[in-house]
């Protein structure tokens, strides 16, 4: 009897804790509202920065930003959560943002591994260019959180290499091809090498 | 108003909001902050009037330049146009002004600037019905002030002094301040001192002591100041408790109760309790809305509403 299960869509969701602002996801920018964003199962990269409250007492704290910070990190049907510490002195925000103390952690409170570097900009800091200072940064490929593969030659980011589209197909048959994306990777060796002979036999 | 933060936390944390980075290059950075505050205000007193008050219009320009070596020249100039806007004659824009290096954990700075004992305090008041603490009760100047401020992990020292100059607002004589803070796992320890030598009279010497605890979303804290004044011989002591709460993630009270006693005088007792809503999605604009009242005869509480951003 054939069983037919519907596919669960396996989404990483992120939560960016209180004071973190997220610039862009995968090379876009984000445009999204919310603490928590959800994103394609593989690696992912982000581009976020932390505004803390400095100061002793509230009359005289002034807020201040951290460097603006390129975060990679591999993730596949989890909830991570990506905070800050508590900084309240100019003394941490400087040590933050030399040392980066981001924390990034999964549903348990477990650390989850990440690279993540500083996207630098000289001069005026108005009207920043994100989209275009992550693509220049990943192409040169020299820093800690690059990730070249997700672009393509026309320096296009991509939501995963994997996706990348060799055969156009028709709109309706997207979602199909998606799903058979999904659970080819999601099978283990045996079960992949049984798929491929049952395509090959022509059935 | 200077004081301890009782890390409420609606005021500990900003949502979204951005401080501006105006410009950085070659260890160069310009930081812009602004803060305004107004408020609709009935002071305590008998038959006060409403009216509006310019609280903070302040305009924060912080300057640092990276020497290498982990050493940074750093300077700041504060504008708030309050008095301006109060309707106040004689008043200069001019908040602070300073330039100082950092090395390290150490920053030595100078120029028109905070004293150390301003660090000083826990009431909790917008608008505190009494002296905030007897640092705040001794009338200060800042205009030829030398700090060095040693900033390290769990603790925070400060030193101060305030050169003997002349022609400074009414205020004269030299000043010398220091305080330190320590923070070890909720607790938080406060204590200052003051030597105030004012031109041709016998010093006057304050010091302090505070405490603060935080319980998940509570908080309670209390402190102690007093005055010797040597040219009266009559010691003037403060004292402040403040307790807060974080009721929601947005929203934040604080009560508090303040008494304030000069030897051959009575006392006089102030309270007051506010609320403080911040929008969740910038943290950084808040309303706010006190009531006060203190225990002399024949006033009536005063009341206050307001708004406050930050950038």
Same mark, same amino acid.
Request: no cysteine; net charge negative.
């Given at each position: ?82 905070? $800050? ?41 108005? $009207? ?41 197909? $028709? ?33 | ?24 290059? %070659? ?15 009935? /002071? ?11 609280? %903070?219009?302040?305009?924060?320009? =912080? ?67 009494? /002296? ?30 305030? &050169? ?22 909720? &607790?938080?320890?406060? @204590? ?59 929203? @934040? ?23 403080? =809503? ?34």
């Amino acid at each position: 009897m054939l069983v037919f299960v519907a596919p669960v869509y396996a989404d990483v969701t992120l939560r960016l804790g209180e004071g973190v602002d997220l610039k862009a996801i995968n090379g876009g920018l984000s445009g999204r509202e919310g603490r928590e964003i959800s994103l394609r199962d593989g690696p992912s990269q982000i581009l976020v920065e932390y505004t803390a409250e400095l100061g002793r007492n509230d009359d005289d704290s002034v807020l201040d930003t951290s460097d603006v910070f390129v975060i990679l990190f591999e993730s596949e049907d989890q909830y991570l959560t990506l905070e $800050a510490p508590d900084i309240s002195t100019r003394q941490e925000m400087r040590a933050f943002n030399k040392s980066d103390g981001w924390i990034l952690k999964d549903a348990g409170g477990n650390p989850h591994p990440f690279k993540s570097d500083v996207l630098e900009k000289d001069g005026f800091q108005f $009207a920043r260019n994100y989209e275009q200072e992550l693509s220049d940064y990943n192409r040169a490929g020299s820093g800690e959180a690059a990730l070249a593969g997700l672009q393509d030659s026309n320096n296009r980011f991509l939501d995963n290499p994997d996706r990348k589209d060799e055969f156009p197909v $028709a709109r309706d048959q997207e979602m199909v091809r998606e799903m058979l994306r999904y659970w080819y990777l999601k099978a283990d060796e045996n079960t992949k090498r049984e798929m491929k002979r049952w395509m090959n036999s022509g059935d | 108003m200077k004081k301890l933060l009782l890390a409420v936390a609606v005021t500990a944390a900003a949502g979204s909001a951005n401080a501006v980075t105006v410009y950085e290059n %070659d260890g160069f950075t310009y930081k812009l902050n602004g803060d305004l505050q107004v408020q609709l205000r009935r /002071d305590i007193g008998e038959d006060e009037s409403e009216y509006v008050d310019f609280d %903070d219009l302040e305009l924060k320009n =912080y300057f640092s330049y990276d020497l290498n070596n982990d050493m940074t020249a750093f300077g700041r100039v504060d504008f708030d146009f309050k008095d301006e806007a109060n309707g106040k004659d004689n008043v200069t824009p001019l908040e602070e002004a300073y330039v100082g290096i950092r090395y390290g954990v150490t920053s030595f700075s100078f120029g028109k600037q905070n004293f150390a004992s301003d660090e000083f305090g826990v009431e909790e008041a917008y608008e505190a019905p009494l /002296d905030e603490d007897q640092f705040d009760a001794v009338g200060t100047d800042g205009d030829d002030t030398f700090r060095v401020d040693v900033e390290l992990d769990n603790i925070y020292l400060v030193s101060s002094y305030e &050169l003997e100059a002349e022609d400074k607002g009414g205020v004269e004589g030299e000043f010398f301040d220091i305080f330190a803070f320590a923070d070890v796992a909720g &607790l938080s320890l406060g @204590g200052g001192f003051q030597k105030h030598t004012p031109l041709g009279g016998e010093s006057l010497d304050t010091w302090g002591v505070s405490a603060g605890y935080e319980f998940g979303v509570f908080g309670l804290a209390a402190d102690y100041s007093v005055t010797d004044d040597g040219n009266t011989d009559l010691d003037t002591q403060l004292y402040n408790v403040a307790a807060t709460l974080d009721v929601t993630n947005t929203t @934040g009270v604080a009560i508090g109760m303040q008494n304030q006693e000069e030897d051959n005088a009575d006392d006089v007792t102030g309270w007051y309790a506010n609320v403080t =809503y911040k929008f969740p999605t910038q943290k950084n604009v808040s309303v706010f809305a006190e009531i006060a009242d203190n225990d002399i005869d024949e006033t009536d509480m005063g009341a206050l509403a307001g708004m406050r951003v930050k950038f």
